[in-house]
C-alpha cells in the first residue's frame, strides 16, 4: 500500500498539514500550483502567502476565541504559528506579521524538511495511485480541480459564493421583546416545513421603526468589490438585505420581513408591522442567523443598523454578513468527523474549502488533517480534540453541529462550543453585586474567562494523551 501523502496546495492549511505530517514521519508531497498558474489574488510563489491582511486576529488567550486557537496551535508546535510568532510586528493585542518574512520562512522550513517534496504544479486529476489525498486548494481553487471536487461530491454541494447573514449569540437576544414562533403552525400544514412550531425567534417593529430601520440600512455603508470578485453578487438569488431594501419601501416587508402568520406573544392584540426572524444556526442552540440577511454592508455599518431592531439593541455578533468568492464544500452532509470525503475516504480535506473562515481557523483545520492523516498511514488512531476546546469546536461545528441546509463559513467563536455551568452572579471590589451596564461586562468577561479555561485545561488533557 502506497504510504506517501499528497497534498494539494501550498496555503495555510496545506504548509501546516504538510508539516505535521512530516513531523510524524510521513513522506509528503505538497502540490503548489504557483507560480505555474496564479491566483486572482496571491502575488507571491511563496507558500502560505497572506493574501489581504497581515493580521491573525487577536491574541488574547483569555477572553477570545481567536486568541485561545491561537494558544492552541502553538501548545500543538504549529509550523504557521512558530513562523508567525517569529516574524510579529507590533499591533497592541493582535498578532500581525511582516507577510514576506512570514511566508519566506515557511517556505524555508518546507524546503529543507527532509520528509516533504514541493511540486509546483497545478492538480487537476487525483491519480488512482495517490492512496492518501488532503486536498487544501482554498478559497480560490483552480476551476479544473474545482469542476472535479464538484464531480466527487455532487455540484450542489460545492459552492462558489458564501452569502452570509450575520450570526448572534442567542444569550444576547432580549426574549422580553422576542418570542419563539414558527411562520407556520406546529404541522407545517401551510408549507410543508414541519419543526415544532417555535422554531425561530422573532423581532416585531412597528410601523415607524420599520421606515427608521429601511432608511439607515439603505444610507449605510457598503463593502468594494475587487474588480475580479464583481460577478459575485447575488448568486442564486440571494440579493443583500440592503439592495432589496433600496427596491421599495415595502419589498422586505413583503419578503424576508413579512410578518404573515406570526402573533407577538408579549402583545397578542396588535399585529406586527414587520418581523426579523431569526433561524437556530448550530445543533448546541447557541447561535442564531437573521434569515435572509446577507448583506456587503461594512462590518460597523452592519453592527450598527441590526442593533436598531428590537430586541436586538445589545446584540453580539459571532460573525456578520458578507458576500464573497469561496470555493467550498457543504462539509457537514458530506466529511466524516476526521475530515475524510464520506464516500472517497482516501481524500481529506483542510483549510478554507472546508467551510471554516480566516487564516488560523484554514491553519486548525490543517493541522488535524495532517495529524489524521499521518495516524491513518501509520495505523494508528488520534481522538478528536474535545469539542470544548477551541480545536474540537471547530471541527465539530463543520462536521456534525452546523446545519447542512443553511452551512456557510464560520470562524472560530465561544458559540460553537457547548454552554457553560451557570456563573455566579458577578460583584464588584466591595463584594457587592454589579448593577446595570458595569453587570453586563463583568458577566460577559466571566463567561470568556470560564470558556477559555474549560478549553485550555480540556486541550491539555487531550494533547498529553
Ligand atoms: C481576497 C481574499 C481576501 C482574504 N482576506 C483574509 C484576511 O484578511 N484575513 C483572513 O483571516 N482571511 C482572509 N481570507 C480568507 C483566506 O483565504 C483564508 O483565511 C486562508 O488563506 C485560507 O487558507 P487555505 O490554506 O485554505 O487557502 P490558501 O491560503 O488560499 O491556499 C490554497 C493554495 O492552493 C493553491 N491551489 C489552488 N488550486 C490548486 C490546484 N488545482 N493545484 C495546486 N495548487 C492549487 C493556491 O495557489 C494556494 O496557494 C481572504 C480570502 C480571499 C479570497
Given at each position: 500500500?502506497?504510504?506517501?501523502?499528497h497534498?494539494?496546495?501550498?496555503?495555510l492549511?496545506?504548509?501546516?498539514?504538510?508539516w505535521?505530517?512530516?513531523q510524524?514521519?510521513?513522506?509528503v508531497?505538497l502540490h503548489?500550483?504557483?507560480?505555474?498558474?496564479?491566483?486572482?489574488?496571491?502575488?507571491t510563489?511563496?507558500l502560505a502567502e497572506?493574501?489581504?491582511s497581515n493580521s491573525?486576529?487577536?491574541d488574547?488567550?483569555?477572553?477570545?476565541a481567536?486568541?485561545l486557537?491561537h494558544?492552541?496551535l502553538?501548545?500543538?508546535?504549529s509550523?504557521?504559528?512558530?513562523?508567525?510568532?517569529?516574524?510579529?510586528?507590533?499591533?497592541g493585542?493582535?498578532l500581525a506579521?511582516?507577510?514576506?518574512?512570514?511566508?519566506?520562512a515557511?517556505t524555508?522550513?518546507?524546503e529543507?524538511?527532509?520528509?516533504?517534496?514541493?511540486?509546483?504544479?497545478e492538480?487537476?486529476d487525483?491519480?488512482?495511485?495517490?492512496?492518501h489525498?488532503?486536498i487544501a486548494t482554498?478559497?480560490?481553487?483552480s476551476?479544473?480541480?474545482?469542476?472535479?471536487?464538484?464531480?466527487?461530491?455532487?455540484?450542489?454541494?460545492?459552492?462558489?459564493?458564501?452569502?452570509?447573514a450575520?450570526?448572534?449569540?442567542r444569550?444576547?437576544?432580549?426574549?422580553?421583546?422576542?418570542?419563539?414562533?414558527?411562520?407556520?403552525?406546529?404541522?407545517g400544514?401551510?408549507?410543508?416545513e414541519?419543526?415544532?412550531?417555535?422554531d425561530?425567534?422573532n423581532c416585531?417593529?412597528?410601523?415607524?421603526q420599520?421606515?427608521?430601520?429601511?432608511?439607515?440600512l439603505i444610507e449605510?455603508?457598503?463593502?468594494?468589490?475587487?474588480d475580479?470578485?464583481e460577478?459575485?453578487?447575488y448568486?442564486n438569488?440571494?440579493?443583500?438585505?440592503?439592495v432589496?431594501?433600496?427596491?421599495?419601501?415595502d419589498?422586505?416587508?413583503?419578503?424576508?420581513?413579512k410578518?404573515r402568520g406570526l402573533t407577538?406573544?408579549h402583545?397578542?392584540?396588535v399585529?406586527?408591522h414587520?418581523?426579523?426572524?431569526?433561524?437556530q444556526?448550530?445543533?448546541l442552540?447557541t447561535?442564531?442567523?437573521?434569515?435572509g440577511?446577507?448583506?456587503?454592508?461594512?462590518y460597523g455599518?452592519?453592527t450598527?443598523?441590526?442593533?436598531?431592531?428590537?430586541?436586538?439593541e445589545?446584540?453580539?455578533?459571532?460573525?456578520?454578513?458578507?458576500?464573497?468568492?469561496?470555493?467550498f464544500?457543504n462539509?457537514?452532509?458530506?466529511?466524516?468527523?476526521?475530515?475524510?470525503?464520506?464516500?472517497?475516504?482516501?481524500?481529506?480535506?483542510a483549510?478554507?474549502?472546508t467551510g471554516v473562515e480566516?487564516y488560523?481557523?484554514?491553519?486548525?483545520?490543517?493541522?488535524?488533517?495532517?495529524?489524521?492523516a499521518?495516524?491513518?498511514?501509520q495505523?494508528?488512531?488520534?481522538?478528536?480534540?474535545?469539542?470544548?476546546?477551541?480545536f474540537?469546536?471547530l471541527l465539530?461545528?463543520?462536521?456534525?453541529n452546523?446545519d447542512?441546509k443553511?452551512f456557510?463559513?464560520m470562524?472560530v467563536?465561544f458559540?460553537?462550543m457547548?454552554?457553560?455551568?451557570?456563573l455566579p452572579?458577578?460583584?464588584?471590589d466591595?463584594g457587592?453585586?454589579?448593577?446595570?451596564?458595569?453587570?453586563?461586562?463583568?458577566k460577559?468577561?466571566?463567561?470568556?474567562?470560564?470558556?477559555?479555561?474549560?478549553?485550555?485545561?480540556?486541550?491539555s488533557?487531550?494533547?498529553?494523551?
Amino acid at each position: 500500500m502506497e504510504k506517501v501523502l499528497h497534498i494539494i496546495g501550498g496555503g495555510l492549511a496545506g504548509s501546516e498539514a504538510a508539516w505535521q505530517a512530516a513531523q510524524a514521519g510521513i513522506q509528503v508531497v505538497l502540490h503548489e500550483m504557483r507560480p505555474v498558474r496564479k491566483t486572482d489574488a496571491h502575488v507571491t510563489d511563496g507558500l502560505a502567502e497572506l493574501v489581504c491582511s497581515n493580521s491573525f486576529r487577536s491574541d488574547d488567550a483569555e477572553t477570545n476565541a481567536v486568541g485561545l486557537l491561537h494558544a492552541e496551535l502553538r501548545d500543538s508546535e504549529s509550523l504557521i504559528m512558530g513562523c508567525a510568532d517569529a516574524h510579529q510586528v507590533p499591533a497592541g493585542g493582535a498578532l500581525a506579521v511582516d507577510r514576506e518574512g512570514f511566508s519566506e520562512a515557511v517556505t524555508g522550513k518546507i524546503e529543507v524538511h527532509p520528509n516533504i517534496t514541493i511540486e509546483r504544479a497545478e492538480v487537476t486529476d487525483i491519480p488512482a495511485d495517490w492512496q492518501h489525498v488532503i486536498i487544501a486548494t482554498g478559497p480560490l481553487t483552480s476551476p479544473a480541480l474545482s469542476e472535479l471536487i464538484g464531480k466527487m461530491t455532487g455540484s450542489d454541494k460545492l459552492a462558489f459564493f458564501d452569502a452570509i447573514a450575520p450570526i448572534i449569540y442567542r444569550d444576547s437576544i432580549d426574549m422580553d421583546i422576542c418570542w419563539h414562533q414558527s411562520r407556520y403552525d406546529k404541522s407545517g400544514e401551510l408549507t410543508g416545513e414541519g419543526g415544532t412550531g417555535k422554531d425561530y425567534i422573532n423581532c416585531p417593529m412597528d410601523e415607524a421603526q420599520y421606515h427608521a430601520f429601511l432608511d439607515a440600512l439603505i444610507e449605510s455603508d457598503t463593502a468594494d468589490f475587487k474588480d475580479w470578485e464583481e460577478n459575485t453578487p447575488y448568486f442564486n438569488g440571494c440579493l443583500p438585505i440592503e439592495v432589496m431594501a433600496a427596491r421599495g419601501r415595502d419589498t422586505l416587508r413583503h419578503g424576508p420581513m413579512k410578518p404573515r402568520g406570526l402573533t407577538n406573544a408579549h402583545n397578542p392584540d396588535v399585529k406586527a408591522h414587520a418581523v426579523v426572524q431569526l433561524r437556530q444556526d448550530n445543533a448546541l442552540g447557541t447561535l442564531f442567523n437573521m434569515v435572509g440577511f446577507q448583506t456587503k454592508l461594512k462590518y460597523g455599518a452592519q453592527t450598527d443598523v441590526f442593533r436598531l431592531i428590537p430586541g436586538l439593541e445589545d446584540a453580539r455578533f459571532a460573525r456578520l454578513g458578507g458576500l464573497h468568492r469561496n470555493t467550498f464544500l457543504n462539509s457537514p452532509s458530506l466529511l466524516d468527523g476526521e475530515l475524510r470525503l464520506k464516500n472517497a475516504p482516501h481524500i481529506r480535506f483542510a483549510g478554507q474549502i472546508t467551510g471554516v473562515e480566516g487564516y488560523v481557523e484554514s491553519t486548525t483545520i490543517g493541522l488535524m488533517a495532517g495529524r489524521f492523516a499521518a495516524a491513518q498511514i501509520q495505523g494508528s488512531a488520534v481522538a478528536h480534540p474535545p469539542m470544548t476546546s477551541a480545536f474540537g469546536a471547530l471541527l465539530a461545528h463543520i462536521t456534525v453541529n452546523a446545519d447542512a441546509k443553511t452551512f456557510q463559513p464560520m470562524n472560530v467563536n465561544f458559540g460553537l462550543m457547548p454552554e457553560l455551568e451557570p456563573l455566579p452572579a458577578p460583584v464588584g471590589d466591595d463584594g457587592k453585586r454589579l448593577r446595570g451596564k458595569l453587570r453586563m461586562q463583568a458577566k460577559k468577561q466571566a463567561r470568556q474567562r470560564a470558556f477559555t479555561a474549560r478549553a485550555r485545561a480540556d486541550f491539555s488533557s487531550w494533547l498529553q494523551a
